[in-house]
């Protein structure tokens, strides 16, 4: 949950982590959040005519960009009220309000008919719920059959030495993490949702470490306004120094789609 700025903690943009396709792309994290955005459209493949769910939308920032590159109707969820008039405000000011919507739902019990969306995606939602399997249920029974869910989540590359479990102990419990996965647990969870396994990608490389370091940066460059505006112990709550070391921590991709009819 990458957003924060000096104004007000969740701000009013990407609220997911970046990611640099090389090594020597020296982009800011701003630019690698949108740049992570934007992967994530080319993997959904939505077109002007699809109806798209996103599951854990935040300030709705991705939501407006996957409506404007594709031309496609977008609908966001969030458990948070205030997500959702702040999301909807920014979309009316964007003049996206006809194509861009945003409600209060539970990505476990989603409140829409079989098959009516034609794809769905969860950009760094579901760590946050505790049962990924029904959210995946969920998802594949609200997907049109052909349609496609990409979805990114954290998970453990290996064995976390116990050195290294406070800074992940402390991660899970302040940033509001669901249980930990490893990446050999979504072909059974894609399977037993009833969909079929396109791709689950570790894109640790692409995403960890400059990341962390860029929060690392923006809690030094904002430490007194958060200071003053949360407590200097939130403040250390929120800061993930310790786990830029931490190379067990990883972040997947995965893409499923729901089978088609006649496959
Ligand atoms: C880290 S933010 C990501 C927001 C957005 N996808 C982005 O990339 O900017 C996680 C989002 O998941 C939402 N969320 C958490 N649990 C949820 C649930 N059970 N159902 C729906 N949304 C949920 C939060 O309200 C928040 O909007």
Redesign the pocket.
């Known amino acids: ?1 990458a ?1 924060f700025e000096s104004d007000n903690f969740t701000g009013d ?4 982590f970046g990611y640099w396709d090389n090594p020597g792309d020296d982009w800011s994290l701003e630019r690698a ?1 949108e740049r ?2 934007e992967l994530m459209i080319e993997k959904l493949r939505a077109g002007r005519e699809d109806r798209v769910l ?9 939501a407006m960009r996957l409506a404007k590159a594709t031309g496609s109707t977008v609908v966001g ?4 009220h205030e ?1 959702v008039k702040r999301a909807g405000i920014r979309a009316a000011s964007e003049g996206l309000a006809d194509r861009v919507s945003y409600q209060y ?4 019990v989603l409140p829409f008919e079989d098959g009516s969306f034609d794809a769905v995606w ?4 579901i ?3 505790p049962d990924r399997l029904q ?1 995946l249920r969920e998802m594949s029974r609200v997907v049109r059959p052909g349609g496609r869910i990409v979805l990114t989540d954290f998970f453990e590359r290996a064995p976390v030495p116990e050195h290294k479990r406070p800074a992940v102990e402390k991660f899970y419990k302040n940033w ?1 993490m669901g249980p930990m996965v490893t990446i050999d647990d979504y072909p059974r969870l894609v399977r037993e949702a009833g969909l079929r396994l396109v791709e689950a990608s570790d894109i640790s490389e692409q995403v960890m470490k400059r990341t962390l370091e860029g929060i690392a940066r923006r809690i030094g460059h904002d430490r007194d306004h958060i200071d003053d505006t949360l407590g200097s112990e939130m403040a250390d709550d929120l800061d993930l120094s310790d786990l830029i070391e931490v190379w067990e921590l990883g972040y997947l991709l995965v893409v499923a789609e729901l089978p088609a009819n006649d496959a």
């Open positions: 949950m957003g943009h990407n609220l997911h959040e992570f955005t996103d599951v854990g939308c935040g300030m709705g920032t991705p969820i969030t458990v948070s997500q739902a539970d990505a476990a969860a950009l760094e939602s760590i946050h719920m959210v509001v």
